[in-house]
């Protein structure tokens, strides 16, 4: 089963837009809530996601992750040129 994962969705539809984000946060009392910021300043959300605790919780490390290693990506594509 796979399942989608709305944050990754919002990261990359950003980046084709020629923006990056520079952080993901999670609302304290809307837990399916998370907003971002892009490197031009500007907010992005709510980006509304689905699914309970546990899996909000996986979604949210997902694209943590995601975003780390595109920053490494762009730091090491950098250092290699």
């Known amino acids: 089963m796979s399942t ?8 990359d539809s ?3 837009q020629g923006n990056n984000v520079k952080a993901i946060r999670k609302q304290k009392y ?14 992005v ?6 699914g309970d605790e546990n899996a909000l919780n996986g979604k949210f490390g997902e694209a ?3 975003l780390a290693g595109l920053k490494n990506l ?6 290699a040129a």
């Not at 989608?4 to 990261?11: G, P």
């Not at 907003?35 to 300043?41: F, H, K, N, P």
């Not at 959300?45 to 689905?50: A, N």
């Open 4 to 11: 989608t994962n709305e944050l990754i969705h919002v990261i």
């Open 14 to 16: 950003a980046r084709k």
């Open 30 to 43: 809307a837990p399916s809530d998370f907003y971002m910021t892009l490197s031009d300043g500007k907010q």
């Open 45 to 50: 959300g709510p980006v509304k996601c689905q």
């Open 64 to 66: 943590q992750s995601y």
């Open 74 to 79: 762009g730091r090491n594509a950098s250092a």
